[in-house]
C-alpha cells in the first residue's frame, strides 16, 4: 500500500460522422450515434458509478473536445486511471479528489501527452506504480527521410514501472482490472475492463463524441479494426473514455464504428479508381464539410486507410506509402 496524498499538445481527434462526405443510401449500415452532450465539470470530482469518479482537465480544444478524462478508482484507496497532461490546476484536481487516501495504482491507456505525463508526478509523490503496455513507439519504423508529425503530441519520455499484456490482470483492494491491448490509435494503446461490472476504460480507442484519428507512423488502420474485434468479444458494455460522457451500449455503437471505418475506406477508394491520385485532393472531396485547419489531420486518416488498402492488394504505389505518394487502383 502507498501513502496518502494530500496546455499541452493533444493527439488528434475531430470527426464526427456529420464532417465525412458519404453515399446516401437507405441500405446504408447504421451511422454511430455520436453524443455531443457532456459537462465536464473541470476540476471536479464527479461520481460516475460504485468505485468510480471523473476528473476533467481544463484543456479543452477541436482535438480533445471539453479535456481530458482522469479516472479514480477504488474507496478505501484508489489507483488512477490517465493521469493527464501536465497541468499544475490538474494535478491539484486529482489530489483533491484522492482526499488523502492511498494510491495503489497509476494506470496509463496510451501515452499522449494530454494523457500520460502526470504520471511521473505522481508516481513520486505516492509511490504508486505506474503501468501500461509500454513507452511511446510508432506502429511502424519510418521511411527514409520521414519524419513524424506527431512527435509533439507524444510523451517520449514514458517508461511504465510495470508493462502489461493482453489479458494481464492489475488487482486492487475492492477492484479487479482485464487489460484489453487495443493498438491503433497508438501502437501502445490499452483498455481495462472491470471486472463483475458493466465498465470498461476505452481510453481514446472509443469515445461517445468523435472517432479518434488513427494517423500513421503513431497508428495503423488495420490495428484499428482488429482492436475493435477485441472489445467486441470482451463483456462490458458501458465505456469511460478519455474524453467526453460514457459510451451506452457500446457493442452496437462499435460495431457503427467499424461499418464507419469501412464506409469511409470506400469513399477513399472511390476516389482513387476516379482518377483522384494525391492525399490532399482526396481529403478536399472526402471532408469538404470538415474544418479545413483539421485537413492536415484528416490527409494522416486516409494514409492510414490507404496504407491498409496496399497491404491488402487494393491500391498500389511506387514505392513506399506515404503522404505525398501518387496511388493507383489495382
Not at 473536445?65 to 490538474?90: E, M, R
Not at 460522457?245 to 467499424?258: E, I, S, T, Y
Not at 475506406?265 to 476516389?271: G, T
Request: charge should be negative; charged fraction near 20%; include cysteine.
Amino acid at each position: 500500500m502507498r501513502r496518502g496524498v494530500g496546455t499541452s499538445i493533444a493527439p488528434f481527434i475531430f470527426e464526427s460522422s456529420a464532417s465525412v462526405a458519404t453515399p446516401s443510401s437507405s441500405t446504408a449500415p447504421e451511422a454511430p450515434a455520436f453524443r455531443g452532450d457532456f459537462d465536464p465539470q473541470h476540476g471536479t470530482c464527479v461520481e460516475m458509478a460504485p468505485l468510480v469518479a471523473r476528473i476533467t482537465a481544463n484543456n479543452p480544444s477541436p482535438f480533445t473536445f471539453h479535456g481530458t478524462n482522469t479516472y479514480l478508482l477504488g474507496q478505501k484507496s484508489v489507483a488512477v486511471i490517465d493521469p493527464g497532461p501536465p497541468d499544475d490546476a490538474h494535478y491539484a484536481a486529482i489530489i483533491a479528489g484522492i482526499a488523502g487516501r492511498d494510491v495503489s495504482h497509476i494506470i496509463v491507456t496510451h501515452t499522449h501527452m494530454d494523457h500520460s505525463p502526470l504520471a511521473r508526478r505522481l508516481a513520486a509523490e505516492t509511490g504508486a506504480p505506474v503501468f501500461a503496455e509500454g513507452p511511446h513507439r510508432p506502429a511502424r519504423p519510418l521511411q527514409i527521410g520521414e519524419v513524424n508529425p506527431l512527435d509533439a503530441s507524444a510523451d517520449m519520455d514514458f517508461q511504465p514501472d510495470i508493462a502489461v499484456t493482453e489479458a494481464s490482470r492489475i488487482v486492487g483492494d475492492e477492484w479487479e482490472l482485464v487489460t484489453h491491448l487495443t493498438p491503433g490509435h497508438t501502437a501502445n494503446h490499452a483498455a481495462f475492463s472491470l471486472v463483475d461490472t458493466d465498465f470498461l476504460f476505452s481510453g481514446d480507442h472509443v469515445m461517445a463524441w468523435a472517432t479518434s484519428i488513427v494517423a500513421p507512423p503513431d497508428g495503423a488502420m488495420a490495428d484499428y479494426m482488429n482492436s475493435l474485434d477485441t472489445l467486441l468479444g470482451a463483456p462490458q458494455t458501458t465505456y469511460f473514455p478519455g474524453h467526453g460522457g460514457r459510451v451506452f451500449d457500446a457493442h452496437r455503437f462499435v460495431r457503427a464504428l467499424k461499418a464507419h471505418r469501412r464506409m469511409r475506406e470506400q469513399a477513399v477508394l472511390d476516389q482513387i479508381r476516379k482518377g483522384i491520385h494525391e492525399i490532399p485532393a482526396m481529403v478536399a472531396i472526402i471532408y469538404r464539410q470538415t474544418d479545413k485547419r483539421l485537413h492536415q489531420a484528416a490527409g494522416l486518416s486516409v494514409l492510414a486507410h490507404i496504407e491498409d488498402l496496399v497491404a491488402r492488394g487494393a491500391v498500389e504505389t511506387d514505392g513506399d506509402v506515404r503522404i505525398d505518394g501518387i496511388f493507383r487502383a489495382v
